[in-house]
């Protein structure tokens, strides 16, 4: 048995890019016109789908009391932010509450907390409505980070953006729409849609997409719960809004407890009301060893990666069931890592083509970014919010005392981790 050092050649095939709309600052659907070799958009003239008057908000300043570098320019980066949303074409007013306060507050649970009551309770008493967002600004990152999106977000109901100051002061035009996409997405805008639906399921009147994922602990950790979240999408046929649930299970355990059976106990309620549901699985894999290469420097990206939209689906996959690799992405540092995508089960009978442009396309419409991203969204979205309760778990851990702190049952967190939210 020899080892080939030479790589394979394959086959492979580019799949166009799809149409896209935003608004115009007046709001008149538009469409966009995207990057020949990238792919990429940008909002210069141009606003989201659906922008959210943003009407009751606040800024929570973490640098007030620290020193001047890190401080933040209040008056300029409220103006400067506002001034980016008139140019959307978005009402943006000015925040109802501006509260300052220091970094030694991340790290103390009871201050952090007393502090997030007040404001909401100030807020609702004085201007009769809920906070849409708590604008946070820090000096740096910092491990507090995490008890103040597990308080605001499961103790006090406040959705909140983080942001440097650093990044604020500096006031540039792109950090300052990737903020404006960011804040429209939490508060239930619609940044960017499909002009066509989405293929295969152009006749649809209900389609739901839910991506599944497992956050595991650290290799040295042996006691810390996985964290699993599901997400579905709640928008047909915009399909770029979901909702999510994420909970505790046993550590390590890669399989999402009674995801199966719950799934199917749902399609057996759909059948006793006459309605049958199809069903289509499909895992999505990034931990994999191989890459794509263009042949030529023209076959490829000025960096020499493949374009987005390559797709291979001969010779280095299985020789007879449904799986293909598919690098959706724009690779602007180092190799492209395409995504492995295997078919378990299909009701709906995808051809390959079908599927793998319904892949791509759904690329397209990740909300925190203007250009197609590396992994299909409802599995992006699913990976974050596992993340974020990850987040809540250490946080709840950090709060509690070293006695209360020592045993970390899954048992007992699976109902005390449990959260859910409504945007991503």
């Known amino acids: 048995m020899n080892v080939n050092t030479s790589m394979t050649n394959v086959t492979g095939r580019v799949i166009g890019p799809p149409a896209l709309k935003l608004s115009d600052p007046r709001g008149k659907s538009t469409s966009v016109k995207l990057d020949a070799e990238k792919c990429h958009w940008n909002l210069l003239g141009r606003s989201m789908v659906e922008g959210k008057p943003v009407e009751c908000w606040g800024i929570l300043d973490f640098t007030s009391n620290g020193p001047n570098w890190g401080r933040l320019r209040g008056n300029q980066f409220v103006n400067n932010l506002m001034d980016k ?31 997030l009551e007040k404001i909401n309770d100030r807020v609702q008493k004085n201007c009769r409505q809920r906070l849409q967002f708590l604008l946070c600004v820090m000096a740096n990152r910092d491990h507090g980070y995490k008890c103040l999106k597990w308080i605001a977000e499961t103790k006090v109901g406040i959705v909140t953006q983080c942001c440097l100051s650093g990044n604020a002061n500096e006031g540039k035009d792109q950090y300052l729409t990737n903020l404006a996409l960011k804040i429209n997405a939490k508060i239930g805008g619609s940044n960017v849609e499909l002009i066509n639906r ?9 389609v739901m997409f ?86 030529g420097p023209k076959e490829g990206t000025a960096n020499g990666n493949v374009f987005p939209g390559t797709v291979v689906d001969t010779k ?18 180092g190799t492209s890592k395409p995504t492995h995508y295997y078919v378990l089960w299909d009701e709906h009978k995808f051809t390959s083509d079908d ?70």
């Open 85 to 115: 949303y008139r140019k959307l074409g978005i009402v943006m007013k000015e925040p109802v509450c501006y509260e300052h306060s220091s970094m030694q507050k991340l790290g103390d649970y009871n201050s952090l907390s007393d502090l």
């Open 316 to 333: 280095v996959v299985h020789p007879f069931e449904f799986d293909f690799y598919l690098c959706s992405h724009y690779g602007s540092l």
């Open 355 to 424: 599927l793998q442009k319904l892949i791509y396309d759904m690329c397209f419409t990740f909300a925190r970014c203007t250009k197609p991203v590396s992994l299909v969204p409802p599995v992006y979205y699913a990976d974050l919010a596992a993340y974020r309760g990850r987040l809540y778990y250490e946080a709840r851990m950090s709060a509690q005392s070293p006695d209360s702190a020592v045993s970390s049952s899954s048992s007992h967190l699976a109902s005390s981790s449990s959260s859910s939210t409504t945007s991503i």
């Open 198 to 206: 989405l293929p295969h399921f152009e006749d649809e009147s209900h």
């Open 210 to 295: 839910i991506g599944a994922d497992v956050n595991h602990p650290g290799s040295r950790d042996i006691d810390s719960p996985s964290i699993a979240a599901v997400v579905a999408t709640i928008n047909w046929p915009a399909a770029n809004r979901y909702a999510a649930r994420v909970c505790a299970q046993e550590h390590r355990m890669e399989k999402i407890l009674n995801f199966g059976e719950e799934l199917t106990d749902l399609k057996t309620v759909f059948q006793r009301s006459n309605y049958f549901p199809t069903i289509t699985l499909i895992v999505a894999q990034k931990r994999h060893q191989t890459r794509l290469f263009p042949t």
